[in-house]
């Protein structure tokens, strides 16, 4: 099961209790800080995170834009620009490997055949001068160091398989020919193409419609389930995270706010910013009106506020909060985790 704690012994703890403990850990991120070192001063992008997945397991990273949801699974693959970034403190073990500071055959031989990423933007992240069949088949020349032939073939059979309508003819067309949810299957084809442990699926749905967006989840849901994958899923739809989370972890400005079941995150939120993120979504049923939104903007990441860096926004704060920045801690008769000194009352 996985867990996001604020210290290594609480996680210890907690990865001991998992009534999944047969399932082999996967990925490990242990107190991960990564600031970005700019002229107008240091971005705090990402402060003391810790997460861990299972095989077999979907962990779902929620949080608006620009709260560190991507940066902190860039620097699992190592695909930070350094410099500007550092990254500043923690643990990244895939396996017991530690990647922070691995060499670049560390990481080479893990990136893409253990741990793969779909991007968020498919058509920036396809080369638009070559076929798509031909990047696809490019994967399996050079990490499996298969002959030409027989990569084309393997291209076209796992194009197919990622649901592309006659692939042997969409094989040989540019990613501009392809519709949004094609290019996001071709990414996900390009991905699956090593048969990686870990999948990182960062916003895999933005800009897709609703039919195309429920395709795509399904696509990667059956996927896991034949490989026993563990699927590291990075949005702010909430209605994505709500059919196929196993577990959830909320971040606000770079930190973990709230972690646990997602079962529990949709029935009872545990943190203020959580229970904002949950009321804001429309509502098929019940009255209709104005829309609920949580006030105010995200703060900046150069100069965050003193104590709880949601206390401007929250509706519940009091002195303390302004001061005091909480600790991720454990939530009495639950198996999840809050950062905020109200949990008990607002549960």
Known sequence: MAT??????????????????SDEVLLEVQDLTVEFHTDDGIVHAVSNMSWDINEGETLAILGESGSGKSVSVQAVMGLLPTPPAVIAGGSIRYRGTELVGASSDTLRSIRGSEVAMIFQDPLSALNPVYRVGWQIAETFRIGKRMSRKEANGRAIELMGRVGIPNPEQRARQYPHQFSGGMRQRAMIAMALALEPKVLIADEPTTALDVTVQAQIMDLLSKIQSENRMGLILITHDLGVVASVADRVVVMYAGRAVESGPADDFYAKPAHPYSQGLLSSVPKISGPTGKLNSI???????????????????????????????????????RTGHSACFLTEELL
């Not at 290594?8 to 998992?18: E, K, M, N, V």
């Not at 001061?323 to 801690?329: G, N, R, V």
Request: one cysteine or more; charged letters at 20%; aromatic letters at 2%.
């Open 4 to 21: 996001v704690t604020s210290s290594t012994s609480s996680a210890d703890c907690l990865r001991s209790g998992s009534d999944s403990s």
């Open 295 to 333: 006030e105010g903007t995200p703060p900046s990441v150069i100069e965050l506020p003193s104590g709880c860096a949601f206390h401007p926004r929250c509706p519940h704060s009091v002195d303390r909060c302004h001061s005091q920045a909480p600790e991720l801690t454990a939530i009495t008769d």
